[in-house]
């Protein structure tokens, strides 16, 4: 028998305690007004010093989620990360998060690292998913964990960077279900984004490519869920099926985008005649290609203003955090599912349909549905995350703000280390959040210790 309700039972956040404003970014590049709060639709990007790496902010991420949710390390039977930040070739980031586990004896533990750009974090929870509804479960929790430093280097790219980790608690009775047996993906070969050079942080990006190749594959991820859904459920899949639409974030702009890309598939999907009636407005567009529309800025201009009043609701509030801290890369679509969570009242959630793209280049995809828990009484699992989450919002604007010449020297610090042993980091960590694991040094073996911020 299935386990009831497998989903997430807990979540965690952590972004890094620094950030520099686009706005005054964009005065520091050189470039137009507005070309990153506006046409980027950014206003802050989070970022890490030479203090945090993929190993810390997992390290951090993790911890809280134990202890904020009193969580035991034998509790555990499952422990997988999501990352594309790499300091390792061989060893995986889930051994060094072992050190949370070890000194209470809890070493029987599965899973290891998922890596693919930007959607390890949920080939990550689709695996912790599987194991609980597997013959292998044994009846204890997973934890699944999705962190990434997200940078680049000098040029258009860099103001689409972030930093941050989510870590989700998975189980059965869990009050954001995964709605089973009903996803999509698409799974293709491209080279819009990629990191060949271990040396370096830094991806190379083809820009228009990355934009053709997820609005591509966002279309496969929706023509494929909503034919499951029809030939499973004998449902009629369309955007009012949905109460919130999450999407995976590289900058804010083409998430809204994004929704009304799926405004314009909706209507392709309706029969001609029915289309003009019912949207005379669009009437022009009856009889367009999806794949020869990527760059139709007609096309896009008149389905952002049909989707306008939609996005707004259902989309727009789970864009706070990432216009706060900018792309997460694996967490970006989690923070999502964060902020929506915070960014609305518990009576308005309760009982929601939520739809989920998440997007990897190289590429990864995948569209699947989270149902939201009716139980909204004081001691349930919904309420003690949204309680867990409230103070997401003063974390954010308890941050420093550092100006954009620090922030590149400190991003050209990183570049000239990365990798670098021996190594003893410089920056301070005095403004670092309480509880958070920084690097201590790298030995002449490459062999990272850490230490903690006193709580």
Partial sequence: MWPKDVGIKAMELYFPAQYVDQEELEKFDG????????????SRMGFCTDREDINSLCLTVVSRLMERYRVKPEDI?????????????????????????????????????????????????????????????????????AADNAVYAKGSARPTGGAGAIAMLVGPNAPLV?????????????????????????????????IQCYLSALDTCYTRYTDKAK????????????DAMLFHSPYCKLVQKSFARLALVDFLNLPKAEASKKFPEL????NVKLEETYFDRDVEKAFLAASKGDFEEKTKPSLLIANQVGNMYTPSVYSGLVSLLISKPIDALAGSKVGVFSYGSGLASSMYSISISRDVSRDSELVK?????ERVKRELEAREQLSPAEYTRILDVREKNCHAAPYEPKESVENMFPGTYYLNKVDELNRRTYKRVLS
């Avoid at 009437?283 to 009856?286: D, G, H, S, T």
């Fill in 178 to 210: 995964l709605d089973q047996g009903l996803r999509s993906s698409c799974m293709r070969h491209a080279y819009d984004f990629y990191k060949p050079d271990l040396r370096s942080e830094y991806p190379i990006v083809d820009g228009k490519l990355s």
């Fill in 231 to 242: 030939r499973k459920n004998n449902a009629t899949i369309s955007l009012k099926s949905f």
């Fill in 31 to 42: 470039v137009s007004a507005g070309k990153y709060t506006i046409g980027l639709g950014q």
């Fill in 385 to 389: 995350i949204m309680t867990n989450l």
């Fill in 283 to 286: 009437a022009a567009f009856a």
């Fill in 77 to 145: 039977g499952r422990l997988e990360v999501g990352t594309e930040t790499i300091l390792d070739k061989s060893k995986s980031v889930k051994s060094v998060l072992m050190q949370l586990f070890e000194p209470s004896g809890s070493t029987d533990i599965e899973g290891v690292d998922s890596t693919n750009a930007c959607y390890g974090g949920t080939a990550a929870l689709f695996n912790a998913v599987s194991w609980v509804e597997s013959s292998a479960w044994d009846g204890r929790l997973a934890i699944v964990v």
